[in-house]
């Protein structure tokens, strides 16, 4: 992704027309920085996609798209990939167990569904909005926007996955000798914490 800032600064300035419904011609620097952020990572996210690339390039005879296309194409998909994980977290959130755990629940109940009704794949994608109180099993990811949730919520999945393996009751009683006030105060992985005592 190697784009002379003279081809993004044409894309940021149409962004700050939208931003600012054309109503001012002047933004904040914060501002400005932020949609820049937005562009690069909408183009970011058209790069990393393998199948759209090879399909623009070759259809362009190989060579590489413009910033604008990049940019259009990287906002698609940053779209597409929000619907695949408001898709994800429902699917987790029908039959989610918390195991009375409530940093486990307030992050997958209370927040995640604000991000889905908060997040700005247009001027703002590289925000992910959330804190994710919750460590997810194999820790930090790192990524921002909604690659960040993506892959956040297929690691809640994989999660909950193990732990249906085994009864609630027991993962209850596991966490409990763990952090006797764990429903409180647990904010270590519960998947892990199940885990690394079973293997014992």
Not at 95 to 106: A, H, K, L, Q, T
Not at 111 to 133: I, K, N
């Amino acid at each position: 992704m190697n784009y002379e800032m003279e081809e993004l600064l044409p894309i940021v300035a149409e962004l700050a027309d939208k931003y600012t419904s054309k109503e001012s011609t002047s933004i904040p620097y914060e501002t400005a920085q932020m949609l820049m952020g937005a562009v690069i990572y909408c183009i970011r996210e058209y790069w990393r996609d393998e199948e759209s690339k090879a399909g623009i390039i070759a259809a362009d005879g190989g060579n590489l798209p413009d910033a604008r296309l990049a940019y259009e194409k990287g906002y698609e998909l940053v779209l597409k990939k929000t619907r695949l994980a408001k898709a994800l977290y429902d699917e987790i959130i029908a039959d989610f167990e918390d195991y009375g755990c409530r940093n486990y629940s307030d992050t997958i109940r209370l927040g995640m569904p604000q991000f889905f009704l908060r997040y700005d794949a247009r001027f703002s994608p590289q925000d992910h909005l959330l804190t994710l109180d919750y460590p997810c099993m194999g820790g930090l990811i790192q990524e921002s926007g909604v690659d960040l949730i993506f892959e956040y919520l297929k690691k809640i999945r994989e999660e909950q996955r193990i732990l249906e393996t085994f009864e609630p009751e027991e993962v209850r009683e596991i966490l409990e000798e763990a952090c006797p006030e764990y429903e409180e105060l647990f904010f270590d992985n519960i998947c892990e914490a199940v885990l690394r005592r079973s293997g014992e």
